[in-house]
């Protein structure tokens, strides 16, 4: 860990690479308790969402990125906030583009489980609307709130109410001003964003119907162990969860967890279902039980876990690296496929650059003909790779890697090979 410490540190100094704003904390996200054990450092990193255009190469801005874990209520968090105007005014991840099916089902299930005719619906981090646009159609009243204009802007076309704010007390007060309380709150892969997560709670408990239901979505922290997707660490990523976490700090609102679902969705996540303790209509589902005796088992954390994982990191870059490096010395090209958050991590924390990747092939438009950041890759088109003789793709949106397989099949039959890197190092 140190050693690849210095390495950024001196990758940064070597570029004259500027150190961008941030803010410390020095206390956990949910308990307070100052007893917080770092237990990973990344050393400095680049914004894995800051894809540079090609006069932004080298002019991009640093941050330090440490994980931590609380001893007193165990939460994993990183501690050095980048500022959220840096992070979210232009965001670059629309949930449209992979998720549709997934956010389809999703409000079907609501509907089913908790909605009447008259139900008003709120979403924190509504997105390009992906899950209130087929809500919105089956008829319910519905309310967006997020502070990305840009993907906000879509969601508005659909026809969606946004508020386009950073959901809090303050936000909540205006909803409830205008439209009253809500019977559902959802939200789904934005908490992990959030650093004052009282003030969202305290929103969250003022707005919603005292026999309301609250459902979010999260990343589920057992399973990025068991995988070991340390790609998953990145700036954008305050906290990782688990339901031993969750529940006491719900609790502080009066709120409790009443079922969960795991879902495969970003490669290990929780659906939870949350309530007032008050309402006594909603039972707790056999679900919640159920996982609480896996993570006193299998999916325990602790702090000699968590140290351990360091060590397998240090080992699976060390490998990753020296298989890239071999294939190269053997005179092979190497691209990369998927420009995601989770590739500019890994990439920069393995020291993966544009001597050992070629390009990066990413459908999205916004950032083809852009650059990673940090490691300065150039994004192309999946046309221009078509057309390409390279034999070896590094596969680092491998959470995708079914579609991109059977997508890219022409690749494979004339003999193309995939890199994977997780879970375990392999060659498809
Ligand atoms: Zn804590």
Redesign the pocket.
């Known amino acids: 860990m140190l050693a690849q410490f210095l390495l950024n540190y001196t990758q940064m100094t070597k570029r004259k690479a500027k150190l961008g704003k941030f803010k410390k904390r020095s206390i956990?996200?949910?308990?307070?308790?100052r007893k917080l054990i770092k237990f990973l450092d990344f050393g400095y990193m680049p914004h894995a969402g800051n894809y540079l255009k090609p006069w932004e190469v080298g002019k991009e801005y640093y941050y330090p990125l440490r994980i931590f874990f609380?001893k007193?209520?165990?939460?994993i968090q990183n501690l050095d906030i980048i500022s959220s105007e840096t992070l979210f005014k232009n965001y670059h991840y629309l949930s449209s583009v992979s998720l549709t099916k997934h956010f389809q089902e999703y409000a079907e299930e609501v509907k089913k489980k908790f909605l009447n005719e008259n139900s008003f619906i709120v979403e924190i981090g509504s997105n390009d609307g992906v899950l209130l646009s087929p809500l919105l159609k089956m008829g319910y009243k519905v309310l967006g709130v997020d502070p990305a204009v840009n993907v906000g802007r879509i969601a508005k076309k659909k026809g969606i109410n946004v508020v386009f704010d950073y959901f809090g007390v303050k936000v909540a007060d205006r909803i409830l001003k205008k439209n009253g309380k809500a019977d559902v709150i959802l939200a789904n892969n934005v908490l992990a964003h959030i650093d004052n997560m009282d003030n969202v709670f305290s929103g969250i408990s003022k707005l919603l119907k005292s026999d309301g239901v609250l459902i979010f979505e999260v990343h589920y922290f057992p399973d990025l162990l068991k995988m070991m997707q340390y790609d998953f660490f990145y700036g954008e990523h305050l906290s990782y969860y688990n339901l031993s976490t969750l529940n006491p700090f719900l609790n502080k609102f009066n709120l409790e967890i009443f079922d969960v679902k795991k879902m495969s969705i970003h490669s290990g996540s929780i659906r939870v279902y949350a309530k007032f303790k008050t309402n006594n209509k909603l039972k707790i589902e056999v679900s919640v039980g159920k996982l609480k005796k896996y993570e006193c088992g299998l999916g325990h954390v602790d702090e000699k876990i968590l140290k351990n994982f360091d060590l397998k990191i240090d080992k699976h870059r060390v490998n990753i690296k020296r298989l890239l490096l071999g294939i190269k010395k053997s005179g092979s090209r190497i691209v990369g496929y998927g420009a995601g958050g989770r590739a500019n991590t890994f990439l920069s924390t393995c020291g993966i650059g544009n001597d050992i990747l070629d390009y990066i092939v990413d459908e999205s438009l916004e950032r083809q003909g852009r650059f990673t950041p940090g490691t300065h890759i150039p994004i192309v088109s999946p046309e221009i790779f078509r057309k390409d003789s390279v034999k070896y793709v590094l596969l680092l949106a491998w959470n995708y890697k079914k579609e991109i397989i059977k997508k890219e099949r022409a690749f494979v039959k004339n003999g193309g090979k995939f890199i994977v890197s997780f879970p375990g190092i392999s060659m498809t």
Do not use: M, V
């Open positions: 956990c996200r949910f308990c307070k308790s609380c007193s209520c165990g939460l």
